[in-house]
């Protein structure tokens, strides 16, 4: 028998491994502690973390109505495109598969917080820039709210990053949430005077 309490209105995180607490403990990740702060601040909300690591665009795209459909979310964090950073994968594709995941979302009413990242300048100045400028662009494109990069502030701080040089530590993760929640916060509070 399903009981069913006040209907929680539910956050989709929707991303890669840096978003999945990658190389430490799942609670100790953002998504949890984004949970954690809800319950004090918003408790009408509840957190779903779908993220995969190692997850592209393109993977991403591909779950991305089932998750939809099974989840129903206010609110999805799109949290995607490391990984096709970090193979080379072309930006156009990139920017097709974040605009697929973004109307797919916007059909089904949710309303999509979506992330930003950089990638290391490794990749030559043309891709660098190009892939920075992805998420500007469809932030613009179809009015969303923007974190401009997600490791904001821990990204190149060897005291925050693990041994691999790429993922965030435990003692980031709250700064991670920092950066998110400065951009979801005012979402929340729409949804509360909704």
Known sequence: MMIHSVQAATIVVHGDSLSAAYGIPREQGWATLLELRLKQQYPGYKVVNTSISGETTSGGSSRMAAVLQQ??????????GANDGLRGLPIRDMHANLASMIRTSQQTHARVLLVGMMIPPNYGPKYTKEFSATYPALAQEFKLPLVKFLL??????????????LHPKANAQEKILDNVWHSLEPLLRSSQSR
């Open 71 to 80: 989840h129903k979310p206010d609110i999805v964090i799109l949290e995607l």
């Open 152 to 165: 904001d502030g821990v990204a190149g701080q060897p005291e925050f990053i693990q041994d691999d040089g």
